[in-house]
């Protein structure tokens, strides 16, 4: 139904920037949200922030706030994680997702096939 397809990821060193893309297609129409998330290896799956489409307004976990910005592009339905400032504890396989609202119940429905950041020191 819809089709999530990242890049962007890469190797960089401590200190440096890297932008993570992720369009949408199919069918997007009535979409709430796309989000990211990471996983780091031995570790659980991480919310790292989200958009609201059709606003732009975004959201934050802790970790990356002030580090990390969320964009997103309305006429590629494309959303973008500009990171900066990495660290090494930002390694992981980062994933965008989108989200829809059902029953008063939001829930990510669709993921991407997930992109590996690594982040030397």
């Known amino acids: 139904q819809v089709q999530l397809v990242e890049s962007g990821g890469g190797l960089v060193q401590a200190g440096g920037s890297l932008r993570l893309s992720c369009a949408a297609s199919?069918?997007?129409?009535?979409?709430?949200?796309m989000g990211w998330f990471r996983q780091a290896p031995g570790k659980e799956r991480e919310f790292v922030g989200h958009?609201?489409?059709?606003?732009?307004?975004?959201y934050y976990t802790d970790s990356v706030k002030g580090r990390f910005t969320i964009s997103r592009d309305n006429a590629k339905n494309t959303v973008y994680l500009q990171m900066n400032s990495l660290k090494p504890e930002d390694t992981a396989v980062y994933y965008c997702?989108?989200?829809?609202?059902?029953?008063?119940?939001?829930?990510?429905?669709?993921w991407g096939q997930g992109t590996q950041v690594t982040v030397s020191s």
């Open positions: 997702a989108a989200a829809y609202t059902r029953s008063g119940t939001t829930r990510y429905d669709y």
């Open positions: 199919g069918r997007t129409f009535s979409m709430d949200r």
């Open positions: 958009i609201i489409w059709s606003r732009g307004s975004t």
